[in-house]
């Protein structure tokens, strides 16, 4: 068996999935006319070429705009399985998705139709092929951590289907610090916290959000590697740091490919592994972040089984479970 044999078969997990961001231009066009929302492009083409970031700040203007679809508890259960199918399709056994819903309770869509659509059809998925499945609910770093404080009353009543909090959004500007009272209380409710951090960010934010936040894993965190006591606490801690290869060229932190730290980051004995962000605007979901990489930093199959095993070790499964998967690798 090859290389991308090997991947494609392979059973997987993914870490860092914004069910946003998995929203495809067909998808986004079939809702705008269905809810009767006007998105600011008039054929697949114009949506297609929009999608050209020079950075962090222009994708989310367009990611933000693309969401004003989702009306109906049904969207968000098509998202979802459409998402769900992808996970099939590419041998993702196990999935923990992030959902931000700032972006829909601030423009008057029910917390409740929110969760409940991406729920419910992670349980169908789960019935239906076994796939498994945790929720964490981001907060919006661009907003104050007061709508921050807002949304997690909202979520309380949700403690069932969410297993964590995150920070996603515009990073630069925006450091773990603001929402270090808001990360307390959701530890204090019982749950477990991440944060995107050193995607464009300092390692500053890595270390803040580590110190500050008590996140289970980084999420992105590829600016590490300016910081040696840094990588040495990330190593000895075995910290998930959950990279995102063709999301960091379509944004612009590495020019190419061939130029992202990945390997780096494998040679310094962290605990990385690949994912996928928001497939739908950056080219590609799991399979093809990892078939690309490999091509492009030329990772040996010892590499790549080291990133599955990475990325189930560094996952919410029971210890079983890990162990189960692992040894099938
Ligand atoms: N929201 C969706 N994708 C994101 C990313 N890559 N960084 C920060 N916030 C996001
Ligand atoms: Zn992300």
Known sequence: MNIVEFIKKVPKTELHLHIE?????????????????????????????????????????????????????????????????????????????????????NRGIDFEIVINGIYKALQKANREFGLSFKIIMCFLRHLSEKSGFEILDQALIHKDKIFGVGLDSSEKGNPPSKFKKLFKKSIEEGFLTFAHAGEEGPPEYIWDSINLLKVKRVDHGVQCLQDKKLVEKLRNDKTPLTVCPLSNIKLHVFNDLKEHNLKKMLDEKLMVMVNSDDPAYFGGYLNKNLIEIQSALSLSIIDIKTLIINSFKSSFLSEEKKAEWISKI
Do not use: R
């Open 21 to 105: 961001g998995t929203l495809e231009p067909t998808q986004m066009f079939e809702l705008a006319k269905k809810n009767n929302i006007s998105i600011p492009f008039k054929n697949i083409q114009e949506v297609k070429a929009a999608y050209n970031f020079s950075n962090l700040e222009s994708f989310l203007k367009i990611y933000y705009e693309g969401a004003k679809v989702l009306i109906k508890e049904k969207d968000f259960f098509d998202l979802t399985w459409a998402y769900a199918l992808k996970c099939k399709e590419d041998n993702i056994v196990h999935t923990e998705i992030f959902f931000d819903p700032q972006t829909h309770v």
